[in-house]
């Protein structure tokens, strides 16, 4: 009697399985997509006329060739006085580390080499484990994303007090120092910052702009970059590398 039984339950389970399927056995699925990290902006202000700058300038090199990191040179001006004056050198790029330094983020001041990360710290140009340290910290934040359509760049959501600024850069700039402290040195200089122009952002839509026709057409310049940036050099929020002929 109790052969039958099971056998009899065994049927019933069976019947279960060819109706229903097995129980607590979920349907399989594809594995889930990483989420997409947006590129993080690392300048490093830099200068001829330094001689601790150039293990900067060659760590910042090797950024440049690592996924997810735009990275630009910010020559300065600053150091000219010491017997050469940067051939690179912008005026624009002092006043951009000063408006850092006197916003107070970790790390920062006005010397060289210093690499400031996404606006929001700085570390020694050379530190290179202090740098990744940032970099990695700063992709923790939920981004906004930046996009090119056409001769535009949108951002992907609203926000307010920012602004687009774009960015004319030579990838790659070698110079033979004849003065100061590296004199009879050849330095190489990656993403070096040519000229950059800035465009205002309705705070009620997602920031919209056209790449500017001056930035698009300067002489030199063989990349470009766009950099949502919060107002009077604050925090970086989204940046991409953008061609002017997509």
């Known amino acids: 009697m109790k052969i039958l039984l099971g056998l009899g339950g065994v049927v019933a389970l069976a019947a279960a399985v ?14 889930a997509k990483p989420a997409l990290t947006e590129p993080v902006l690392v300048e490093l202000f830099t200068s001829q006329g330094c001689s601790s700058c150039p293990p900067a300038d060659r760590l910042l090199a090797r950024l440049d060739g690592e996924k997810g990191v735009v990275a630009v040179s910010r020559p300065v001006t600053y150091w000219d006085r010491l017997g050469w004056k940067d051939t690179l050198a912008r005026s624009g790029n002092d006043r951009l580390q000063r ?39 700063s992709r923790k934040e939920k981004p906004i994303a930046l996009a090119q359509q056409g001769m535009e760049v949108v951002a992907s959501r609203p926000r307010a007090n920012v602004e687009l600024r774009f960015l004319a850069v030579a990838s790659h700039s070698m110079v033979d120092i004849a003065k100061g402290e590296n004199r009879g040195r050849q330095i190489g200089y990656t993403n070096v910052v040519l000229a950059e122009q800035l465009a205002p952002c309705d705070p009620s839509l997602a920031c919209r702009a056209p790449i500017p ?12 970059a766009a950099v949502l940036q919060d107002r009077d050099g604050g925090t970086v929020r989204a940046v991409r590398w953008i061609r002017p002929a997509a």
């Open 213 to 224: 026709t001056g930035i698009a057409g300067r002489k030199g310049a063989d990349r470009w």
């Open 18 to 31: 060819l109706l229903f399927g097995f129980p607590n056995h979920a349907p399989a699925t594809s594995p």
């Open 99 to 137: 408006d850092y330094a006197a916003r107070g983020i970790p790390g920062s001041g006005v010397y060289t080499p210093e690499a400031v990360v996404q606006g929001a710290a700085a570390a020694v140009g050379s530190n290179e484990r202090a740098l990744r340290d940032l970099i990695a910290t």
